[in-house]
């Protein structure tokens, strides 16, 4: 039978989808799943060497598979990652779908991605790179969103609580 996700989110790397969706999904009681490990899991190896072996079109590729699948068989709060929007076939499979944009301006999404590691695209020049990502994208973000959460100087439970409140019909 075929299912469709609670709540999609999006938006930059840094605004918070990983640990947002996770604390989501805790206070909802449902699963959480996150296109980023559905690719990691497939593939193997970790999204840097995803892109080290085979480069970042065959990252985008292995995305689009995983971002149908999800949407077509996941029932819970699922996160795609902040580039799956720059493909027209992911923002038209995002469609009628309930989709939350965790928006974020580049200080906090800096100080945000600092904090860890596995971002090849940003391993060179962070906040140059952000800024740039950024500025592409955020007309797809807000193509796809049927719902805007502002993140900066928030936390992650705050922002669990406030979607939560949102999806209430
Ligand atoms: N609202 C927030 N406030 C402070 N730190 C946050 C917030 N959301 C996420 N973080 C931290 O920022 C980093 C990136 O978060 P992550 O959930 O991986 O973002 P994304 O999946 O959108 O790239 C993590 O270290 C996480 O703990
Ligand atoms: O912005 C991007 O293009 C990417 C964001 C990452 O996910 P997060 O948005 O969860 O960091 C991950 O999909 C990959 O490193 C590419
Ligand atoms: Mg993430």
């Known amino acids: 039978m075929s299912t469709r996700p609670i709540c999609v989110l999006v938006g930059a790397p840094g605004a918070g989808k990983t640990t947002v969706g996770t604390a989501l999904a805790e206070a909802l009681g449902v699963d959480f799943r996150d296109t980023d490990a559905d690719i990691e899991n497939l593939a193997g190896k970790p999204i840097p060497e995803i892109f080290v072996d085979e480069g970042e079109e065959h990252f985008r590729t292995l995305e689009r598979a995983a971002v149908a699948a999800a949407l077509a068989s996941h029932a819970g709060v699922l996160a795609i990652g902040g580039g799956a929007v720059l493909a027209e076939e992911n923002r038209a499979a995002l469609i009628g779908h309930t989709v939350v944009h ?5 200080p ?21 790179t952000l800024k740039h ?13 049927t719902a ?11 922002l669990a609580a ?4 949102l999806l209430k019909p």
């Open 108 to 128: 906090d999404a800096v100080k945000r991605v600092g904090l860890g590691a596995g971002r090849p695209l940003l391993a060179l020049n962070p906040r140059a």
């Open 102 to 106: 965790l928006s974020v301006e580049l």
């Open 133 to 145: 990502l950024m500025d592409q994208r955020r007309p797809l973000y807000a193509e796809v969103a």
């Open 148 to 158: 805007t959460v502002v993140t900066d100087g928030r936390t992650p439970e705050e």
């Open 162 to 165: 406030e979607i939560a409140a």
